[in-house]
């Protein structure tokens, strides 16, 4: 009771209010962690996905906990189209990975409409937007509303790197934000356009760390998404006693 009256005197709280404005706002921006991507049996599942899948999964948990807001990106393709058989929309390959989703979400299907709501992340922690194409920029909304997203840092996680997350990337960059890629949260299809891809991105402005400068060390080995061998720790055993 006693302190509870302390945090009522009035004197008190212009001393908290400016510890909280300057606190660093940050938002993750989730780049088409889907099934098809991220899953051994997905149709066009990364090089590096057991790695990935768990640092992902770090980061979300993190973001949950620090009440982080977060951009999610799905690739949606029309099965009747000619964009391949990725992500086909209402297959399991177009879903996101279970843990990548937060409970107060709001999904924007693909469309040339520009219109949404101001407060689109004090109501949700999380906005989804679904494209035709890998560059996010390419979408009307999708552009709209990462070009008005504000954060003193973007993190950016996802995949694939020589895609999605260099046209993200790329696109955050341009329009002045301060972007922060995850590298060991980030998957490829192939190493060394990858790593071409990461180069673009740091000489453009971008930050490149570790997921552990962001969140520490983890002991997260397992994450519960992929049933592949790998990824249920089981192919190494099967190494080591071969
Ligand atoms: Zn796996």
Not at 56 to 72: F, H, K, L, T
Not at 148 to 173: N, Q
Not at 194 to 219: F, Q, V, W
């Amino acid at each position: 009771m006693e302190a509870l009256k302390t945090l009522m005197i009035g004197d008190v709280v212009p001393m908290i209010r400016p510890i909280l404005t300057l606190r660093k706002k940050r938002i993750v921006i989730d780049v088409d962690t889907q099934k098809d991507f991220f899953l051994a049996d997905g149709k066009a599942c990364v090089r590096n996905h057991r790695r990935v899948l768990a640092n992902i999964r770090r980061v979300m948990a993190w973001a949950r906990r620090d009440q982080v807001r977060v951009i999610s990106t799905i690739q949606c393709h029309n099965p009747n189209g000619h964009d391949g058989d990725v992500c086909l929309s209402g297959t399991p390959g177009v879903c996101k990975v279970p843990y990548t989703l937060r409970n107060r979400r709001l999904t924007f299907d693909s469309g040339d409409t520009t219109d949404f709501s101001r407060d689109l992340l004090q109501n949700n922690d999380q906005i989804i937007l679904c494209k035709r194409t890998p560059d996010p920029f390419d979408e009307p909304r999708a552009e709209r509303i990462l070009t008005e997203a504000k954060a003193s840092e973007f993190i950016v996680i996802g995949g694939s790197t020589e895609t999605s997350v260099l046209y993200t990337v790329l696109g955050m960059l341009t329009r002045g934000k301060s972007v922060t890629v995850l590298v060991d949260a980030v998957g490829s299809s192939e190493k060394s356009v990858a790593d071409i891809s990461l180069r673009k991105m740091k000489a453009k402005g971008a930050k490149l760390i570790e997921s552990k400068t962001l969140l520490g060390h983890s002991s997260l080995r397992q994450v519960n998404a992929c049933q592949c061998d790998r990824c249920r720790g089981k192919l190494r055993k099967a190494t080591l006693s071969a």
